[in-house]
């Protein structure tokens, strides 16, 4: 049998209830506005940058990528200072330097060294310096008070002969590590390259000409063109490569020892790596390379502008607006997720974030912190379950409480004083255990309820799978033979008994379920679930009779979930039923012949004796008593007939009924001068019931005779059929039939008794009337087994009045 269970709703108020669920919305709507002040405050708010530069470190080191091909870098190393002597060299070394690296051919040369002071060698170095496009640095001082800088070039002679200048000034974040450069410094008055945006602009214009110009990113937009006050910061890509440009000592290049092809059509990068001169800066890849020298910090920038691999950080109002996508799917689903799943969505979608900072900085050079979105998912997640534990344990602790309060339906040990002290969570440890107590007696309950019943009672699931027998059944099973009913389906465990009939049923019933037995024991079969409900009888191989009930057992929701099977044995019953009907075959034959044979004799005798009035009252007074004994035999027989015996249910139209017991009635009404009336309203055509014509028409005698007996002559008995529309709500309609009459009438005492067996009432002012006293027995037991109701309304003195009230026919079942 299928059945509708009831259906998942995402509404926290039906969930949780309608009061509970308006805070637990309430709640979830300020956690989600807390979630996004983290976010805010993460994005626009920088709250987060040191957790944003150590992710956007870890990314970086975790992608190797190669070196520009076309740089290589001359270093005034250690080994210089110790072969060269102390710094600072004179111009005259540095202009040696510059004739043997022209004598390479490099495509440029970039002098990592301030010469911002006057030497008397100036003119030495001025001419090695035009001798190959040889870019210089300037020295930008801190902006003053007015946030003016002074821009400090090399002397006038050197700065004349370079290709180039620019600014080297590099900046740290709070933290101390170099992550990005600004491709121009300045003031409001002026405003400075950085030193390698003044070579990539001779590369692209083609004054610098590279070795390996497939090297050049085509595609690369031209960030030297920025305009205005922007300083054009760039995040540098630094990777666990970025020291691994060739690279040769200041001393040995100054010597001849280093081949000229190295530095052939390259740009030549010098500078200080010398660790006593102090030119390192930490970086990205500080953890694996160390604390990394300027030259090779200004041999990344220049890399990232050839090869277009500057990385751009994204506008923090983007990252505010992608960190609230996240956040809102993991608050939709905390909704509607358990726990366990929550947990996995937001480590999902921390991932996921990951993930998609990642693909931005690798795919697209874009930088955008994971990391507001991330605190924002782990400051809302935590928080949410800590609310939504905290609510759960404070509505099972008043359900617990109330539970404890309530008056449990068992005995109970009695319980210590103490045991309810200590902290909040000791006190409702405690109110589960008593609960748990609880269930646990009240199964213990139900299983000794079960065995105590005398009848077999078996529990199955809505499959029909036996899962509980009681003692009695399992007895029962085991005399006859039969297998464990427990984990056996019920058609196989009740399939040895045989189908006798259906209970309450016509012949038609019983031949289907003849025809369809054993299926009929299919609680899935909903063919037969009316009839097993109503119940069978069935006989087992031990020739007794049982009565075999199916009921449904379901939940709190009214949601089928079992079916509980009764078998109750009714062959004591069946045995008394035959005796009683042997005893009514006896009052109604064995009875009833002889006193039909004393009337007979009477009646002989009373032919053939001569007129002797001594003889003839005897005559009459034995018929009197033989025609008293005989109405007492068929008026019993009748009412255990009306009680027991199987109606044969048709429609009927009562006003019919009525005419037919009027016909009956009316020669004794005729005799005592009193007239039959009837009344019928037009309403019900007809006034249909579902009777049995029989019985519902001896009723009705037994009222109209009564009628006609404890009336005086010259009265009048009216007959009222009339139909009552049923109120709002109520089915079926119903049909009322009144006989009144303007009899005698009777005391509200006798009023009490008057459907109770041998009951007659006798005035001193009316006369006394013949009867057995079961006649309104029967009228009772017929009206109540046609499902309505009788009524008396009497008074002495002023008739009485019975009320007959039965349902209408159904036309929709006709």
Not at 60 to 65: D, G, H, P
């Amino acid at each position: 049998m299928t059945t509708s269970g009831p259906r998942m709703s995402f509404d926290p108020r039906i969930r949780l209830g309608r009061p509970v669920g308006r805070r637990f919305l309430f709640e979830w709507l300020c956690i989600g506005c807390l979630g996004i002040l983290v976010i805010l405050a993460g994005s626009l708010g920088r709250l987060t940058a040191s957790v944003d530069h150590l992710v956007y470190d870890g990314f970086l080191r975790l992608r190797a990528q190669p070196v520009l091909p076309d740089v290589a870098v001359v270093e005034i190393d250690n080994a210089s200072i110790a072969r060269l002597g102390r710094w600072p060299w004179p111009r005259a070394v540095h202009a040696q330097l510059l004739d043997e690296i022209a004598k390479a051919k490099p495509a440029a040369v970039v002098y990592d060294v301030l010469f911002t002071e006057p030497a008397p060698d100036d003119a030495q170095l001025a001419r090695a310096v035009a001798a190959t496009p040889t870019y210089l640095p300037i020295l930008l001082s801190p902006a003053d008070a007015n946030g003016e800088r002074v821009a400090v070039k090399p002397v006038e002679p050197l700065a004349s002969a370079a290709a180039g200048l620019g600014h080297i000034n590099l900046e740290v974040d709070a933290d101390g590590i170099v992550r990005s450069v600004a491709l121009f410094e300045g003031d409001a008055h002026m405003r400075w390259p950085q030193l390698m945006v003044s070579v990539w602009r001779a590369i692209k214009g083609g004054m610098v000409k590279l070795a390996h110009p497939a090297s050049v990113a085509a595609d690369v937009p031209d960030r030297t063109s920025i305009a205005g006050n922007d300083e054009a910061r760039v995040l540098i890509p630094f990777s666990p490569l970025a020291q691994t440009y060739p690279k040769v000592s200041f001393a040995s290049v100054l010597a001849g020892d280093v081949p000229r092809d190295m530095l052939r059509g390259k740009i030549v990068l010098i500078g200080v790596t010398a660790s006593g001169l102090y030119d390192r800066f930490s970086t990205p890849v500080s953890g694996r390379l160390g604390p990394l020298p300027g030259v090779y910090i200004h041999a990344n920038v220049l890399d990232t502008l050839v090869t277009g691999r500057a990385i751009d950080p994204v506008n923090g109002l983007w990252v505010f607006a992608v960190s609230l996508v996240p956040l809102g799917v993991l608050l939709a689903g905390l909704l509607v997720l358990s726990p366990l799943r929550s947990l996995l969505m937001t480590i999902v979608l921390c991932a996921t974030m990951l993930g998609l900072s990642a693909a931005l900085l690798y795919g697209m050079r874009l930088w955008m912190s994971p990391v507001p979105a991330i605190v924002g998912l782990a400051a809302v997640y935590p928080i949410w379950n800590w609310r939504r534990l905290e609510m759960t344990m404070s509505y099972l602790r008043k359900e617990l409480q109330r539970l404890a309060d309530e008056p449990h339906l068992l005995p109970e040990a009695p319980q210590r004083s103490r045991e309810f002290r200590g902290d909040a969570l000791a006190q409702q440890m405690a109110l589960m255990a008593q609960a748990a107590r609880r269930v646990q007696d009240m199964k213990r309950f139900v299983w000794n309820s079960l065995d105590s019943v005398p009848e077999p009672i078996l529990v199955s699931d809505v499959h029909g799978v036996v899962l509980i027998a009681n003692h009695a059944a399992k007895a029962y099973f085991e005399r006859l033979g039969a297998a464990t009913p427990e984990g056996t389906q019920l058609r196989h465990v009740l399939g040895d008994l045989a189908f006798v009939k259906a209970i309450g049923s016509r012949a038609e019933a019983d031949a289907l379920g003849r025809t369809h037995w054993p299926a009929l024991l299919d609680p899935g079969r909903i063919a037969f679930a009316e009839m097993m409900e109503r119940g069978i009888e069935v006989r087992d191989r031990n020739q007794r009779d049982h009565l075999l009930r199916y009921a449904k057992c379901t939940d709190a929701q009214g949601v089928v979930i079992g079916w509980i099977a009764g078998l109750v044995d009714v062959t004591a019953v069946h045995a008394a039923e035959r005796l009683r009907e042997d005893a009514l075959r006896l009052l109604s034959h064995d009875m009833r012949s002889p006193q039909a044979s004393i009337l007979a004799l009477v009646e002989l005798e009373r032919a053939r004796t001569p007129d002797s009035e001594r003889l003839r009252e005897l005559l009459n007074r034995v018929e009197r008593y033989a025609q008293r004994a005989l109405m007492l035999a068929d008026d019993f027989v009748q009412l255990a007939r009306a009680e027991s015996q199987a109606y044969s249910f048709e429609p009927v139209s009562l006003v019919e009924l009525v005419i037919d017991a009027s016909d009956e009635v009316w020669p004794q009404a005729q005799a005592r001068h009193i007239r039959l009336e009837a009344a019928y309203d037009e309403q019900g055509d007809g006034h249909w019931i579902n009777a049995d014509r029989s019985l519902m028409t001896r009723a009705l005698v037994n009222i109209l005779n009564n009628a006609v007996k404890y009336s005086p002559p010259e009265t009048r008995i009216t007959c009222t059929v009339a139909q009552d529309e049923p109120a709002s709500g109520e089915w079926p309609a119903r049909v009322r039939c009144t006989v009144r009459d303007e009899g005698y009438g009777m005391s509200a005492e006798n009023q009490a008794h008057l459907f109770e067996r041998f009951q007659r009432f006798h005035e001193v002012e009316r006369p006394e009337a013949t009867g057995t006293g079961l006649g309104m027995a029967f009228v009772k037991a017929v009206v109540t087994r046609h499902g309505g109701d009788v009524h008396v309304e009497s008074a002495l003195g002023q008739g009485t009045a019975f009320t007959i009230t039965l349902p209408a026919l159904d036309e929709t079942n006709a």
